[in-house]
């Protein structure tokens, strides 16, 4: 049976490689692809003439300020979201907070409520606010949807490092907050990077809030300008295709970097409690 797992474990292995990479080669050939050859009989996938037109091609339209603008909010984002997620995380574990399973309870409730849902009544109220259509809003509404995922994370990790070492750094003479930042924190290294990537991606791949709370053309997300190479007389498979290659980079880019800290933040902050 062992002798007969292995070769199992490859094929089904080579496989998922091939579902879960096919359509990003595929979207890189057609990127480099001329115009003319994209619908070529038989497909091409390697181009036989790799053009970088389509990549100046969204030069040209201002994709890359909506790249620039789609970066800027998500790390807008990670930055609230982890000052407030940290706060929170470390005040309900380390401190009785009255009601504090309950609030766990609503912590776990918000991250079930779709952001669609309350869309409507959140543009209302940003339009009350001012707040519509400004840089402001994008994220500030990320960080309330990756908030919720930031608390719970960090509340586990901080429960798994022992009080007595902010006790001993407060006796070596450090002060409660010089003792948070130099030790504890360290120590939640991994919920810490594992909540910012959740929200940078959850912030990066957002389309209908970033088209609900955005009209102006010099504040929109990569996401959103990508649409507009979706005409009515017919779609620029070639540009879209390469801003879809160009919107994959930062998340992978992400990942790379800091994959050894994920798989830690995730699972701990799943089981421990």
Request: hydrophobic fraction near 55%; proline fraction near 7%.
């Amino acid at each position: 049976m062992r002798r007969l797992n292995a070769p199992v474990l490859v094929i089904g292995c080579l496989l998922g490689a091939v579902v879960a990479l096919g359509p990003i080669l595929w979207a890189l050939s057609t990127s480099l692809k001329p115009t003319s050859r994209i619908f070529a009989v038989p497909p091409e996938l390697i181009p036989s003439e790799p053009v970088p037109d389509h990549y100046y091609r969204l030069i040209a339209e201002g994709v890359h300020w909506a790249f620039l603008n789609s970066g800027g909010y998500a790390m807008a984002a990670v930055a609230l979201s982890l000052i407030f997620g940290v706060i929170a995380g470390y005040g309900l574990s380390r401190y009785p907070v009255p009601g504090r399973q309950l609030i766990l309870v609503l912590f776990v409730g918000a991250m079930a409520v779709p952001g669609f849902a309350v869309l409507l009544p959140t543009q209302i109220m940003f339009v009350e606010l001012g707040l519509y259509n400004s840089w402001a809003a994008l994220p500030i509404l990320y960080a309330g949807h990756v908030l919720p995922f930031a608390v719970w994370v960090t509340r586990a990790h901080f429960n798994a490092i022992p009080r007595e070492l902010e006790q001993a750094a407060q006796i070596d003479g450090y002060s409660r907050a010089e003792a948070v930042w130099k030790v504890v924190l360290p120590g939640a290294r991994p919920a810490l990077l594992a909540a910012a990537t959740f929200g940078f991606l959850h912030s990066w791949n957002d389309y209908v809030t970033a088209t609900t709370m955005i009209d102006s053309p010099d504040k929109r997300t990569l996401t959103v300008a990508l649409i507009f190479f979706q005409g009515f007389h017919g779609r620029d498979w070639g540009a879209l295709m390469a801003g879809v290659i160009v919107a994959t980079i930062p998340p992978v880019v992400m990942f790379l970097l800091f994959r050894k800290y994920l798989i830690g933040g995730f699972s701990d902050g799943s089981v421990k409690g």
